[in-house]
């Protein structure tokens, strides 16, 4: 089993930034692919941004629409942990944000099913 515990979160006015982190144990997570997902009020869970590591220094990131240009996702496989980089935050962006993380090695899937393992959230807030 992998436990994911995120931190970072909180409130921020429009246009600043923050920096999410969320910490795996249970298991190396270092080749499983590893994302966020967010949930707003009244709104579905959606798919954020994720990241894979294929050896050495090669890793892929995927974004959404929403985020990219915004939102940078990197992760250090030494310290078991991933980071989502946010900038230029809009008050659209408010929403707890999950950490995700998945045995598979392909390319990660932007569905809520693709993962197996989830994080309790952090609540990130964006005034206007």
């Known amino acids: 089993q992998v436990q994911l515990v995120e931190s970072g979160g909180g409130l921020v006015q429009a246009g600043g930034s923050l920096r999410l982190s969320c910490a795996a144990s249970g298991r190396t997570v270092s080749t499983y692919a590893m994302g966020w997902f967010r949930q707003a009020p009244g709104k579905e869970r959606e798919f954020v941004a994720a990241?894979?590591?294929?050896?050495?220094?090669?890793?892929?990131?995927y974004y959404a629409d929403s985020v990219k240009g915004r939102f940078t996702i990197s992760r250090d496989n030494a310290k078991n942990t991933v980071y989502l980089q946010m900038k230029t935050l809009k008050p659209e962006d408010t929403a707890v944000y999950y950490c995700v993380a998945d045995a598979s090695a392909a390319t990660p899937g932007r569905a809520t099913d693709d993962y197996a393992y989830w994080g309790q959230g952090t609540q990130v807030t964006v005034s206007s």
């Open positions: 990241i894979t590591w294929r050896g050495g220094s090669l890793f892929y990131a």
